[in-house]
């Protein structure tokens, strides 16, 4: 390709992507987190510096080109894979700016890229100056996340992140998004109440397959309990004790939970979680108080809470769905 053929070339293919934002902000909240000096000043340049070497991707500074000043395709992409990855490093810093978990500390700085361009015929430059964003020089950790690892309850790309789980439903990943956003805006009862949103959803879920999980010889059994859960009149708190007393019951699903380790005694503890939460987020209706203030301690610790409980809710979907597909 020419020097135009490949700067275009480049430029459409510096696609930068969410994920890539987030892998970004999760290596920088890890690195600030980690310095000796909590009020340490961090130099953003050296920051994406090291995250571009913590992923192999780096920029190469000069791309040598073969006769008749053609390129190869592959190291365009090279240099189009380390441009996107420079340029979701840089929007990570100001998304984390963005939330206060990083406060800028000097004036935001104009970063420049190039590539030199060797060919038989000479040499030439291509710059990107204009894919890169101005970024501050430096930035520090905001004084309240110094201490313990409370960035994750900031930012719902880094709680997601942090909870993973790869068989999450859709409306339960929505729900603790704008629960972790409630939250970061001290809005701790609306928190609470899309926190209970994303309780009362993996319980239906886990619900749903367990059910489908226990054999056909069972059913008569369960008979009450499925009818209970597919009852929309009824509230979670019943049906919680239902999902608990169908597992509990169920030879194949209590054989499984030896083997992973979780049975039906750690989903007692989920619904002690869970029912801390619906106590909670029921102070929505008029005048009814939670059993204690929902406070930015509370309403923390109950988000903080949740990644391990609702990870032994999905697990045990997870088995209960590989019962009912293959039968063992």
């Known amino acids: 390709m020419r020097r135009e053929q490949s700067e275009e070339f480049i430029r459409k293919s510096a696609e930068v992507t969410d994920s890539m934002v987030v892998d970004a902000k999760t290596f920088f909240l890890r690195k600030a987190q980690g310095t000796s000096t909590m009020a340490a000043k961090l130099d953003t ?3 994406i510096n090291e995250f571009l070497v913590e992923i192999g991707v780096q ?13 190869q ?15 979701a490093a840089s929007e990570a810093i100001w998304r984390l700016v963005n939330i ?18 060797e ?40 709680y997601l992140r942090e909870l993973n789980i790869s068989n999450l439903h859709p409306d339960v990943e929505l729900a603790l998004r704008e629960s972790v ?27 749903a397959s367990i059910v489908a999980a226990a054999p056909s010889d069972q059913r008569g059994k369960i008979s009450n309990h499925i ?26 699903l209590n054989a499984l939970s030896e083997k992973i380790g979780l049975g039906w005694k750690h989903l007692q503890q989920v619904a002690v979680w869970s029912d801390v939460v619906r106590d909670s987020r029921n102070t929505i209706h008029f005048g009814v108080a939670p059993a ?37």
């Open 45 to 47: 340049k050296e920051l």
């Open 59 to 71: 920029l190469p500074k000069t791309l040598h080109v073969g006769l008749q000043d053609e390129a």
């Open 73 to 87: 395709e592959s190291d365009l992409k090279k240099i189009a894979d380390s441009l996107a990855w420079d340029q």
């Open 100 to 117: 206060s978990l990083f406060i800028p500390c000097q004036e935001p700085i104009q970063r420049r890229v190039s590539v030199t361009r």
């Open 119 to 158: 060919s038989d015929h000479g040499s030439d430059g291509m710059s990107f100056d204009d894919l890169m964003m101005p970024i501050p020089g430096k930035v520090m950790v905001a004084p309240t996340h110094r201490w313990g690892a409370k960035g994750i309850l900031m930012d719902g790309d880094l």
């Open 181 to 207: 956003a409630c939250f970061r805006a001290e809005f701790f009862t609306a928190a609470l109440a899309m926190l209970g949103k994303a309780s009362e959803g993996g319980w239906l879920e886990l619900g």
């Open 227 to 252: 009818k209970r859960l597919e009852d929309p009149s009824l509230g979670i708190a019943k049906k919680i004790l239902d999902v608990v007393e169908i597992f509990r019951s169920s030879p194949a």
């Open 292 to 328: 204690l203030a929902n406070t930015y301690e509370k309403v923390g610790v109950l988000l903080i809470a949740a990644v391990p409980h609702l990870r032994v809710l999905y697990k045990l979907k997870e088995k209960a769905d590989e019962i009912a597909l293959h039968g063992k």
